[in-house]
């Protein structure tokens, strides 16, 4: 029973950032994504071709992209960077926009965390606690127009 009530309780804990997060009304927060086209700073922290698509990977700090987003960096947020993901036709160089991107993060203590990245303008983003020091490893699963399975993974270690 005590097992029971301490995995409700640990669910509740987890779920509370979601429910928070979905409440949120997105459509009033004026994000500039349009010109940020993935040059909105951080360091390209992974790149590989992947059956006929080249992925670009970046890193940054949540500080470092709300500001690039004309934000404010609301208080008492857990997340610590911003992973974004860009996506071109290896061949033509066109950006692919379209598609489904998950990403899975597994920290320095083996804890994971797993979200989708949502599509902003040219680019696949969501923000992560990356809040402890050392190596992290990061794999994604992404599904674009042409309605193949890719997934590409790399380490990146928080100093």
Not at 7 to 17: E, G, H, N, Y
Not at 50 to 69: L, Q, R, W, Y
Not at 81 to 101: C, N, Q, R
Request: glycine share 8%; no cysteine; proline share 2%.
């Amino acid at each position: 029973m005590k097992t029971t009530a301490v995995i409700a309780a640990a669910l509740f804990a987890l779920s509370a950032p979601l429910a928070s997060y979905a409440a949120m009304d997105h459509g009033s927060m004026k994000m500039d994504h349009g010109s940020m086209k993935m040059d909105h700073g951080g360091d390209v922290a992974h790149q590989e071709v992947v059956d006929g698509v080249k992925a670009t990977f970046k890193v940054m700090s949540m500080a470092e992209h709300m500001k690039a987003m004309k934000m404010e960096l609301p208080k008492g947020m857990k997340e610590t960077h911003h992973i974004a993901v860009e996506f071109k036709d290896a061949k033509s160089g066109k950006a692919l926009t379209e598609g489904e991107v998950k990403v899975k993060v597994q920290g320095p203590d083996k804890s994971e965390q797993v979200k989708d990245l949502m599509a902003m303008q040219g680019h696949f983003g969501a923000d992560f606690d990356l809040s402890r020091k050392g190596k992290y490893g990061v794999m994604a699963k992404f599904k674009l127009a042409d309605g193949k399975v890719r997934s590409a993974k790399f380490w990146y270690v928080v100093k």
